[in-house]
Nanobody
Framework: QVQLVESGGGLVQAGGSLRLSCAAS????????VGWFRQAPGKEREFVAA????????YYTGSVKGRFTISRNGAKTSVNLQMNSLKPEDTAVYYC?????????????????WGQGTQVTVSS
């Protein structure tokens, strides 16, 4: 069983930055592809970014390209999401998810493990 724990959320002004981190316990995190998703009030959960098991491939939704960067730390014990130039529309609960595959799955339903989420609020 893998437990995922997100951290790094908070309140920031528009244009500011936050760095989210997702740590895994119970298994080697490097065995999993990892994705970040978010859910804003009244909206469905949406894909934000993902990284392959080897970190060779990364994927982003269009609205965050050029502003967000997903990466694995050197020890491969966590996956980070660096968020720059934040906008009020980035406000949401952010979740990390892990999949037992080399590449990130194409849909949220195919991820095997989920964290509890961390709140990100961007004020205008």
């Amino acid at each position: 069983q893998v437990q995922l724990v997100e951290s790094g959320g908070g309140l920031v002004q528009a244009g500011g930055s936050l760095r989210l981190s997702c740590a895994a316990s119970g298994r080697t995190f490097s065995d999993y592809a990892v994705g970040w998703f978010r859910q804003a009030p009244g909206k469905e959960r949406e894909f934000v970014a993902a990284i392959s098991r080897t970190a060779i491939s990364t994927y982003y939704t269009g609205s965050v390209k050029g502003r967000f960067t997903i990466s694995r730390n050197g020890a491969k014990t966590s996956v980070n999401l660096q968020m720059n130039s934040l906008k009020p529309e980035d406000t949401a609960v952010y979740y990390c998810a892990a999949a037992r595959s080399r590449q990130p799955p194409p849909s949220a339903g195919e991820y095997d493990y989920w964290g509890q989420g961390t709140q990100v609020t961007v004020s205008s």
